[in-house]
């Protein structure tokens, strides 16, 4: 069944295969060709069926160049014709619910039927970014803040305060005020129970963090799954877990390119962030036995290597987790590393070649 919410299987994939891009920026690059490359990844996963493509809100840090979701996706839609394009995600309690409902309502605008709203409550960042982002000292992530911004954010997409509300006669616009609309379905993110419970609760569907948090997956989805109630948006349960993932043309060579985000997650951890290394600087780097710890950990929660190997481990992963979807992150260092590794993968799974669309512009 494919909708709003539910993915296309295609080919022989198991389930729906979508990409999360964090626009990362390697050491010698710029984030302009970083953000290139997401225009030529966009066109690459429309052209081979995923179905979706999120880009995900991350503040001072080097390595990413995703610190605003909305932008990002506005110049993807005007690269792009069928994918769905959406936000994995905007951290809602960063901003102001009606930002965020103009925002996406525009989104929405540009590009009808096609953009997903993810929504997470970290800050994306560490507390004293966060802090300068929230204009306060007090980080609003509690189980009260959250579901209570939320809720104001769902209403102002809706445009359905009730009477009396203070907000009542304020409409995000575009929006349902200038005439019968679609928007945007709302998509709960986590990594933890929170929202995993928080989505059940309400209804949503529900992406988890596996690629950051594997040891929190299945509880949480298990959790997610039996707290579920129907709601107007889903009749059941849908699970989308986000995975690490990455196919070389050599397994050797895939083993470089992954222990580059290994090491720039290594440094992100212990205070040091920076672009991402190159595969020769990561090879070089001395790692201390705890530092090595880290990184084999970290490894072991990464599927790579060959375009077989990578299937076969994606499948054992959905069989472990009864994942509905698949969204993979595909980290490395170069553009071109990660474009072949997406390529890669639709080859392993037989995803068709759909056919170019007219009249899209240059990648800049």
């Known amino acids: 069944m494919t909708d709003a919410i539910r993915g296309e299987v295609r080919g022989t994939a198991p389930v729906p295969l979508s990409v999360l891009d964090l626009v990362t920026v390697g050491s010698g690059r710029t984030a302009t060709q970083a953000l290139a490359t997401s225009v030529e990844l966009s066109r690459l996963a429309e052209r081979r069926g995923f179905h979706r493509h999120w880009v995900a809100e991350h503040h001072s840090m080097p390595g990413v160049a995703s610190s605003s979701p909305a932008v990002i996706l506005a110049h993807l839609a005007a690269h792009t014709r069928r994918i769905r394009l959406g936000s994995g995600g905007v951290m809602l309690p960063n901003h102001a619910p009606l930002v965020i409902a103009e925002q996406f309502g525009t989104l929405e605008a540009f590009a009808p039927g096609r953009i997903d709203l993810g929504l997470g409550r970290a800050p994306g960042t560490d507390g004293a970014t966060a802090a300068a982002l929230r204009r306060t000292d007090t980080l609003n992530e509690g189980a009260d803040d959250f579901p209570e911004q939320l809720s104001e954010l769902t209403r102002f997409l809706d445009d359905d305060f009730p009477d009396g509300h203070p907000y009542a006669r304020i409409h995000a616009v575009p929006g349902p005020v200038q005439g019968p609309k679609g928007r945007p379905p709302i998509w709960l993110l986590g990594s933890s129970g929170f929202s ?14 596996h690629h950051f948090s594997a040891r929190n997956t299945i509880p949480a989805l298990d959790l997610y799954r039996d707290t579920f109630r129907p709601s107007a948006h889903l009749d059941a349960p849908y699970a989308m877990i986000g995975v690490s993932a990455l196919a070389a043309d050599d397994p050797k060579e895939a083993h470089r390119q992954v222990l580059t985000g290994a090491l720039s997650m290594l440094r992100l951890r212990t205070g040091r962030p920076g672009l991402i290394p190159t595969p020769e600087e990561a090879e070089a780097y001395a790692f201390s036995s705890a530092e090595r ?11 790579y290597g060959s375009a077989d190997e990578v299937r076969t481990g994606l499948d054992d992963l959905r069989k472990r987790t009864g994942a509905d979807e698949l969204m993979i992150t595909a ?8 474009l072949r590794s997406y390529e890669l993968v639709a080859d392993a799974y037989d995803l068709p070649e759909l056919p170019d669309v007219p009249d899209l512009p240059d990648v800049p």
């Open 293 to 303: 710890e880290f990184t084999d950990s970290w490894l072991a929660n990464v599927v």
């Open 196 to 209: 995993a419970r928080l989505a059940g609760l309400l209804g949503l569907p529900f992406a988890f963090a």
């Open 331 to 338: 980290n490395a260092h170069g553009g071109e590393a990660r």
